[in-house]
């Protein structure tokens, strides 16, 4: 038999993209990411499954990321802004568990299976004394941000571990 009979598609060819380009940028300075005061840089964009894992799995663990850095993997072209955001904290008590809740909400974001994908912003998280992950929208209101909050509700282990959820403009 030759290749031929076989009809094998080359995959490393052929990517599985996704709803939008995503990208990823880290602030080292713990600052304040916003237009006027700019610490982050760009490190990886990608529009494809395949690309998001290899990015993905070159980042280090949550449980030993430096206090202070702030990671935000964002809708390319855009930056957080003074829009509404909601903010998960979790406590060190679930630090084993960091990890696998923050790769539930990007796979979350990235699937474009969150509630209101179409005004996503992003996602960031920042690591202190406790992990915050926020989920930034361009545009909202207590309705939205709530339906969402809802739906992070739904994510397996989310609820017990989870120690505050709150809204922010």
């Known amino acids: ?12 060819e052929e990517k ?5 380009c995503w990208e990823l940028w880290v602030d080292e300075m713990s600052g304040s990411f916003s237009s006027s005061e700019l610490n982050a840089k760009s490190i990886a964009i990608f529009q494809s499954v395949e690309d998001f894992w290899s990015v993905y799995l070159s980042m280090s663990s949550l449980q030993v990321m430096p206090k202070g850095v702030d990671v935000y993997l964002l809708k390319s072209g855009n930056t957080p802004n003074n829009g509404q955001k909601i903010i998960l904290s979790f406590s060190e ?35 202190g004394s406790s992990l915050k992950i926020s989920i930034w ?23 017990e571990h989870t120690t505050r959820i709150s809204m922010k403009n």
């Open 1 to 12: 038999m030759t290749e031929e009979n076989w009809n094998v598609r080359n995959y490393h």
């Open 93 to 127: 008590k679930v630090k084993s568990e960091w990890d696998i809740i923050y790769q539930q909400i990007v796979l979350w974001c990235i699937g474009s299976t969150i509630s209101y994908y179409t005004s996503l912003v992003g996602i960031s998280y920042s690591v």
């Open 137 to 159: 929208y361009s545009e909202s209101n207590k309705t939205m941000l709530n339906e969402v909050v809802r739906d992070i509700n739904l994510i397996p282990n989310m609820v």
């Open 16 to 20: 599985h993209q996704l709803s939008d």
